[in-house]
């Protein structure tokens, strides 16, 4: 009778334990092109958490229409932001966190694996999961790279490895971060980020602080997104020394006709513009690495919008992405959550002594 759980790496009792990060992302489709794009759009908008309509209403909707016109529509707005050399922004700098964040832990001591991952498209949770566990490790945080926690992503995230899970016998040690919005050294790099902008080209007269959306009943059932983002956004002007009106926090990336969390990006650009404002600079704090939705939404369409509506310029102020003060921010909130797991190698010794016990037990190796 076969097993319905994959078959475990071979046991070593000379093996180190042990620990390793994953560092959970979006996602993004392979290339620019609508053959690449439907397999991504089909495996996000299937995601129960990210749309909850009943299958027997959205599948129709999504297979019948959405996947047969969206694709092409999607690849050209990719096709815009894709790097010659590195491809998808989003998979450059997640893999460049990845190593950037392995290399100031291991500044701080610490010996640890860590593999970046998309909830969708590749590389797979599934899949870094995998090549952890091949390799030995068998504690593992799982740290995605969303501030502010959401039904719709961080949780989406946890299935993830949750599914994962069911497949193995012998499951890892696991952790998750659910949340840094309100962390200091996040906060602080968000700051920094902002003000080397400024220096560099001077300040506007509104910082507009313009978060992901989602529809505006996950708010009333329970989901803490919209309040943990009004709260980054508040430390983040405290940081600043921002009055109330020097600043504007909005939500893009409306989906679908229901109502979402308002008030939306690219409509109060357009009404900052028609009431005089002349310049605008838009930061995307939620975002914490360039993406499409920074890159084409915002600097491309969004911008577009505010000048078009009489606004004279547009300052769009990059993520995060692999600045040195991220990666520090990256490196004290993992460390703060691996707090009491060992992540230094074994000694030689302590491995040699176990194998030989294992092997006065009658183990080959």
């Known amino acids: 009778m076969p097993s319905r759980f994959v078959p475990e790496p071979e046991l070593r009792h000379d093996q180190p334990s042990r620990t390793g990060i994953v560092l959970c992302n979006l996602g993004t489709p392979d290339a620019p092109t609508a053959a690449a794009v439907r397999p991504y759009l089909a495996q996000f908008l299937s995601d129960d958490r990210v749309v ?3 299958k027997l209403a959205w599948w129709p909707i999504l297979h019948g229409i959405i996947l047969r016109t969206r694709p092409a529509k999607s690849a050209a707005k990719y096709a815009t932001i894709w790097h010659e050399k590195d491809g998808s ?11 950037l964040l392995r290399g100031w832990l291991g500044e701080a001591g610490h010996q640890l694996t860590v593999l970046p991952a998309m909830r969708y498209g590749q590389p797979s949770i599934a899949s870094q999961l995998d090549a952890l566990k091949q390799q030995g490790v068998n504690r593992i945080l799982i740290l995605p790279l969303y501030p502010q926690y959401s039904g719709t992503t961080t949780a989406s995230v946890f299935d993830a490895v949750y599914d994962w899970a069911k497949t193995q016998r012998h499951i890892p040690e696991l952790r998750f971060v659910n949340r840094y919005h309100d962390h200091a050294a996040y906060i602080d790099a968000l700051a920094q980020r902002i003000e080397a902008h400024w220096r560099g080209h001077g300040r506007g007269e509104k910082l507009v602080m313009s978060f992901h959306g989602v529809p505006e009943r996950t708010l009333h059932l329970g ?8 709260k980054t956004a508040r430390l983040l002007a405290e940081r600043l020394k921002l009055n109330p009106d020097q600043y504007l926090v909005t939500f893009q990336s409306r ?6 969390l308002e008030p939306y990006t690219e409509p109060s650009l357009i009404a900052l513009a028609k009431a005089g404002t002349q310049r605008v600079d838009v930061v995307c704090p939620g975002f914490t690495s ?8 915002i600097n491309q369409e969004a911008r577009e919008a505010f000048l078009h509506a009489g606004g004279q310029q547009f300052e769009y102020i990059a993520c995060l992405n692999d ?10 909130i993992a460390q703060q959550h691996l707090a009491g797991w060992p992540t230094q190698r074994e000694e030689d010794d302590a491995l040699k002594t176990r194998l030989q016990r294992a092997k006065d037990m009658g183990a080959a190796r």
């Not at 989901?223 to 009004?230: A, N």
């Open 52 to 54: 909850e309509i009943p």
């Open 323 to 332: 600045s040195a003060p991220w990666i520090d921010a990256l490196s004290t």
């Open 290 to 297: 360039d993406c499409l939705e920074t890159l084409e939404e």
């Open 89 to 99: 922004p989003l998979l450059h700098w997640t893999q460049r966190q990845a190593t």
């Open 223 to 230: 989901d803490p997104y919209h309040c943990e983002s009004h």
């Open 255 to 260: 989906f679908g006709k229901a109502k979402w």
